[in-house]
């Protein structure tokens, strides 16, 4: 390190604001600043990992699923006649249901996952600020 460079990195240190003379005096409030930032940082890259994770998968849309049934439906020979069940409507729609989160298992878990991330991320920016209420309670070092 250059001799010129150091006076000005020092004084820094030497004559602090009053910004960092009140993060001194609570100390637990700056750690705990610090690593919530930290930490925001490793959710932000995983957040944008499971973004891009989620963006190259292929989604099948509901009227894909509904067609492979049916063409299912068509290849399987129907069964005896029966009466028709009060429930054959929720039937189809459960089939449905299941078809389309067996296609798009993947693309859901990261979604999932995506979402659980930005909850995190709201819970460490919560954490990250500390009111005037706390800035009071926790006594000065």
Not at 4 to 13: E, H, M
Not at 48 to 75: K, P, V
Not at 118 to 128: E, K, P
């Amino acid at each position: 390190m250059e001799q010129s460079a150091l006076p000005g990195r020092l004084t820094p240190l030497l004559e602090p604001s009053e910004v960092q003379r009140l993060a001194q005096a609570h100390p637990p409030l700056q750690l705990r600043g610090a690593t919530a930032s930290l930490e925001r940082q490793r959710v932000l890259r995983r957040c944008r990992h499971l973004l891009d994770a989620c963006l190259s998968q292929r989604l099948q849309t509901l009227e894909e699923c509904i067609a492979r049934l049916l063409e299912e439906e068509r290849q399987v020979p129907p069964p005896a006649p029966t009466p028709p069940a009060s429930g054959s409507g929720l039937d189809m729609e459960t089939r449905i249901h299941e078809l389309f989160d067996a296609l798009n298992g993947d693309a859901l878990r990261f979604q999932e996952a995506y979402y659980s991330e930005r909850r995190y991320l709201n819970q460490l920016d919560d954490g990250r600020r500390a009111g005037y209420e706390e800035t009071l309670a926790v006594p000065a070092a």
